[in-house]
C-alpha cells in the first residue's frame, strides 16, 4: 500500500479557501487518488477522487501534482460544517480495501 | 435512495461476551466492508464480503467473522470480546460494476466493552 502523509491539523478562517496537502511519493500508476472526511460523530463520507487530471465536484476540487507524488485538496470557501478529519487514501482499481491514515483534523474559525 | 444504516447505535458488553453488529447496504450496492475505528485513530479494514461471499481479510483474528445475506445487508459478529475490541465500528457499501470505487459509510455503532 502507498504510504500517505498528512498534517496532523489545520485552522482556516470561515469562508477562507483552504488547501490540504498529502504527499503519496509511493503510489503506483494505476492507484487513484481518492479523499474522504469525517464529520464528528459521524461516519467517513466520500469527498472527491482523481487519477492524474484536477477534478472538481460540488464539494471540493482536488489539485494533482504532474508527477503524482503529491495532491491538494481544495475547499473554496471553508464553513462551519466543513471542520473534520481529512483523509487522503490512494486507491487501486477494484474492491481493494481503504488504508487510512490519521488524516488532518481541519478546524474552522468563526 | 437509502443510504448505509447500521444498528444498534451503541453497545455495552461484558469481557468474554458475543455481539453482533448489522449493517443494511446502499441500496443496489452488492459490496459491503467492515472497518473497526479506535479512539483517535483513523479507520482500520477488518473484511470485506461481495456476493456473500468474504473477499479479502484485514490483520484481525477469526474470532472476527461475517456474513453477507442475499438482500446485500450484513452482519459483523465478535466473539470472546476483548476490552480493546472497545471502538466505533462502521460498514461501508460500494457496487463495483459502477467502475468508481467510492464507499458509502454507515454512521457506525459504538461498542464499549467492559
Known amino acids: 500500500d502507498a504510504k500517505t502523509t498528512q498534517p496532523n491539523s489545520m485552522e482556516s478562517n470561515e469562508e477562507e479557501p483552504v488547501h490540504l496537502p498529502c504527499n503519496h511519493s509511493?503510489?503506483?500508476?494505476?492507484?487513484?487518488i481518492h479523499w474522504y472526511r469525517q464529520l464528528p460523530s459521524q461516519g467517513p463520507e466520500y469527498v472527491i477522487h482523481g487519477l492524474t487530471s484536477n477534478v472538481n465536484n460540488r464539494m471540493a476540487s482536488l489539485a494533482i501534482a504532474e508527477d503524482r507524488k503529491s495532491s491538494t485538496l481544495i475547499l473554496h470557501r471553508a464553513t462551519l460544517r466543513d471542520a473534520a478529519v481529512y483523509y487522503c487514501i490512494p486507491v487501486h482499481s477494484g474492491n481493494t480495501p481503504l488504508v487510512f491514515g490519521k488524516g488532518t483534523r481541519l478546524s474552522v474559525i468563526a | 435512495e437509502t443510504g448505509v444504516t447500521q444498528s444498534p447505535t451503541h453497545l455495552i458488553k461484558t469481557r468474554g461476551q458475543q455481539v453482533t453488529l448489522r449493517c443494511s447496504s446502499q441500496?443496489?450496492?452488492?459490496?459491503v466492508s467492515w472497518y473497526q475505528q479506535a479512539l483517535g485513530q483513523g479507520p482500520q479494514f477488518i473484511f470485506q464480503y461481495y456476493r456473500e461471499e468474504e473477499n479479502g481479510r484485514g490483520n484481525f483474528p477469526p474470532r472476527f467473522s461475517g456474513l453477507q445475506f442475499p438482500n446485500y445487508s450484513s452482519e459483523l459478529n465478535v466473539n470472546a470480546l476483548e476490552l480493546d475490541d472497545s471502538a466505533l465500528y462502521l460498514c461501508?457499501?460500494?457496487?463495483?460494476?459502477?467502475?468508481?470505487?467510492?464507499?458509502?459509510f454507515g454512521p457506525g455503532t459504538r461498542l464499549t466493552v467492559t
Open positions: 461501508a457499501s460500494s457496487h463495483v460494476a459502477k467502475g468508481v470505487y467510492e464507499q458509502y
Open positions: 509511493t503510489i503506483s500508476g494505476t492507484d487513484y
Open positions: 441500496s443496489g450496492h452488492n459490496t
